[in-house]
């Protein structure tokens, strides 16, 4: 070849090495910057660039003239070189997780000390004095290669390079041992290997065993070359777990939407919440409005507001989960209901960081819920109402007892108070009759005012035996007129439940009638009210007849609404004591008696503090 055409191979391939490193650390240290958590790619980017570095020193030496350029060179050839291993052996403690910390620190220590000595000696560490440059054929072409007396200080570098080979052969086992072992041999064993073949190359050369330029940049392009391709490939999964993110994401807005969901987050340190624009929409932001936590508050209807700040503050306290129901007041007056429910998400350091939740729109179930109450409040009255057939009987009976004597002894009354005035005590018995009849007859009236009347649900604690009392002294004249037989079998250490006085005494009015239309046939007419204790804190009620029983075509169906037995009744009876009973926090079941007749039960919760 002509010499005008002489390609440098030494250049070439020096210069490749460097522009290749060069690459390398720019494209990690870009991914570094946008990523400062991933310190992995900040070194590997810091080793790129120390090779590169090192592969210009070392061309540097090659096309060196001089002894004292060749000497100085060599100095800060050590810069590079102690980066390349620090960070090196950071790298494999931080990506891998793996070798001996004392012996990193080790490494790292021995190598610092040999920096120092370097920039402490003339003309290095490696050479007590350079004699002459000899020029050795290199690739085709001469290359400047030392000549001189070796310095014993030397050791300290070379050292810190078995040192550094002993800790990634260690890393490399420690890999493996812990199951990985494609990363064992490929990264750690490619280091481990590379990092030997150039501590024995830089001693040979050094020591002039073998005379060749140092060539340590090619050995860490080894080494940078496993690292990049372990990282790229982190890349490129992470690219894939990207898309698959984003898919998910699409996949999990498309289910928002459809269900109405917004998304929030709520920053404890600024204070900032961030919303989608589901999310705005609900709480009445526009798109670009920036939400501080008091903006935030300030759209909670004022009813609400204290209530849901509180709930906040516990759960950023308690590092607790949030789950709250409560009405947003929009800019244009509008009421909107919404539930929300969300979760601490801790710092670093175990801190609150910030709060992540998702917010719906339940202004619909609100009002579903309000008129589903509203018809059940109106099926309890219309149980009350057709309750009085079943006491119109009993209640003429029961006020014309009391009105007749009030008339009888009012008469009385008036014939005495035209005869001698010594008759006053018999007056004053007479008019105390009255007065206690009046009072029977307004009793009467005012117990099926209360069985009759819409009122709201008032809980309070009761003894299930007075209501049992009171309504059998309710339909006392009916059983008489029956014959029905009633017995009472009441628990008297029963505590107190938790209920509505007018709600429970329609139930047990239901039962009344059910049992004693049951009997209409029965030649022995039996009726009986138990009441118990029973575990876990229940009060258990029992109403049972001497009828004919449930049959099979209604047994299982007693309490479905407009299935019934009597031949008048219209079915709602059962149903809407089921109704009463569930609205207490109890059950209602029945069952045929073994010998004749059916049962009927029903539990209530014992009074506590915590029910009420």
């Known amino acids: 070849m002509a010499a005008g055409h002489f390609i440098s191979w030494v250049t070439v391939i020096w210069a490749m090495t460097a522009s290749a490193c060069l690459v390398l650390a720019l494209i990690h240290l870009r991914?570094?910057?946008?990523?400062?958590?991933?310190?992995?790619?900040?070194?590997?980017?810091?080793?790129?660039?120390?090779?590169?570095?090192?592969?210009?020193?070392?061309?540097?030496?090659?096309?060196?003239?001089?002894?004292?350029?060749?000497?100085?060179?060599?100095?800060?050839?050590?810069?590079?070189?102690?980066?390349?291993?620090?960070?090196?052996?950071?790298?494999?403690?931080?990506?891998?997780?793996?070798?001996?910390?004392?012996?990193a620190w080790t490494v790292c220590g021995v190598r610092t000390l040999s920096l120092i000595l370097d920039f402490s000696l003339h003309p290095n560490i490696n050479y007590r004095v350079i004699t002459a440059l000899d020029h050795i054929p290199f690739l085709g072409e001469p290359v400047s290669v030392a000549v001189g007396v070796p310095s014993p200080w030397m050791l300290v570098g070379q050292l810190s390079l078995l040192l550094f080979v002993v800790f990634n052969v260690d890393a490399a086992l420690s890999v493996r041992r812990r199951g990985d072992r494609r990363t064992a041999w490929l990264l750690g064993g490619s280091i481990a290997f590379f990092a030997a073949a150039?501590?024995?190359?830089?001693?040979?050369?050094?020591?002039?065993?073998?005379?060749?330029?140092?060539?340590?940049?090619?050995?860490?392009?080894?080494?940078?070359?496993?690292?990049?391709?372990?990282?790229?490939?982190?890349?490129?999964?992470?690219?894939?777990?990207?898309?698959?993110?984003?898919?998910?994401?699409?996949?999990?807005?498309?289910?928002?939407?459809?269900?109405?969901?917004?998304?929030?987050?709520?920053?404890?340190?600024?204070?900032?919440?961030?919303?989608?624009?589901?999310?705005?929409?609900?709480?009445?932001?526009?798109?670009?409005?920036?939400?501080?936590?008091?903006?935030?508050?300030?759209?909670?209807?004022?009813?609400?507001?204290?209530?849901?700040?509180?709930?906040?503050q516990r759960a950023f306290q308690e590092a607790a989960d949030f789950r709250s129901e409560y009405r947003v007041l929009l800019p244009d007056g509008d009421v909107r209901w919404i539930k929300a429910q969300a979760r601490v998400v801790p710092n670093p350091q175990g801190g609150p960081d910030r709060m992540m939740g998702v917010a719906i729109d339940i202004s619909l179930r609100k009002q579903q819920e309000g008129e589903t109450a509203s018809l059940r409040f109106e099926l309890v009255h219309?149980?009350?109402?057709?309750?009085?057939?079943?006491?119109?009987?009993?209640?003429?009976?029961?006020?014309?007892?009391?009105?007749?004597a009030i008339l009888n002894n009012a008469s009385a009354a008036a014939l005495l108070l035209h005869k001698a005035r010594d008759n006053g005590e018999e007056i004053d018995m007479i008019v105390a009759d009255i007065i206690q009849d009046a009072k029977r007859a307004g009793d009467v009236i005012r117990k099926v005012r209360g069985i009759v009347r819409k009122a709201e649900v008032n809980f309070e604690p009761l003894h299930v035996n007075t209501l049992i009392g009171e309504v059998v002294a309710l339909f006392q004249n009916t059983i008489g007129m029956n014959g029905v037989t009633v017995q009472i079998t009441p628990n008297p250490e029963l505590p107190?439940?938790?209920?509505?006085?007018?709600?429970?005494?329609?139930?047990?009015?239901?039962?009344?009638?059910?049992?004693?239309?049951?009997?209409?046939?029965?030649?022995?007419?039996?009726?009986?009210?138990?009441?118990?204790?029973?575990?876990?804190?229940?009060?258990?009620?029992?109403?049972?007849?001497?009828?004919a029983g449930l049959g099979p075509a209604v047994k299982d169906r007693v309490f479905t609404p407009f299935v019934t037995t009597m031949k008048d009744g219209l079915g709602m009876g059962l149903r809407i004591c089921r109704t009463i009973i569930e609205e207490h926090g109890g059950r209602i079941w029945a069952e045929n008696n073994p010998d004749a007749g059916a049962v009927f039960h029903f539990s209530l919760r014992v009074w506590s503090e915590e029910t009420a």
């Open 31 to 103: 991914v570094w910057w946008r990523r400062r958590d991933a310190l992995a790619h900040a070194l590997f980017a810091l080793m790129a660039v120390s090779t590169t570095f090192s592969a210009c020193c070392e061309l540097w030496m090659m096309w060196s003239a001089s002894v004292v350029e060749f000497g100085a060179i060599l100095r800060w050839l050590h810069v590079p070189a102690w980066i390349l291993i620090i960070a090196t052996v950071g790298f494999v403690r931080l990506y891998l997780r793996a070798g001996r910390p004392w012996l």
């Open 496 to 547: 107190r439940v938790r209920g509505d006085r007018v709600r429970l005494q329609q139930v047990l009015v239901n039962l009344f009638s059910n049992a004693m239309d049951a009997m209409r046939d029965s030649s022995a007419k039996t009726l009986t009210f138990r009441s118990a204790l029973e575990p876990p804190g229940l009060v258990t009620v029992s109403v049972s007849d001497s009828g």
């Open 198 to 312: 150039s501590t024995g190359q830089i001693i040979l050369s050094l020591w002039g065993i073998v005379p060749m330029p140092l060539t340590i940049s090619l050995f860490f392009l080894a080494i940078v070359a496993a690292m990049g391709f372990e990282l790229s490939d982190d890349m490129l999964r992470a690219v894939q777990l990207s898309d698959e993110l984003r898919e998910s994401e699409e996949r999990l807005g498309l289910a928002a939407d459809a269900a109405g969901a917004g998304f929030w987050s709520w920053d404890f340190r600024t204070g900032r919440i961030w919303a989608t624009e589901k999310a705005r929409t609900l709480y009445g932001f526009g798109p670009s409005e920036e939400i501080a936590y008091s903006t935030f508050l300030g759209r909670i209807h004022p009813d609400d507001r204290e209530r849901v700040h509180r709930d906040a």
């Open 382 to 404: 219309l149980g009350r109402v057709l309750s009085m057939s079943e006491l119109s009987t009993t209640l003429a009976h029961e006020i014309n007892q009391p009105l007749g």
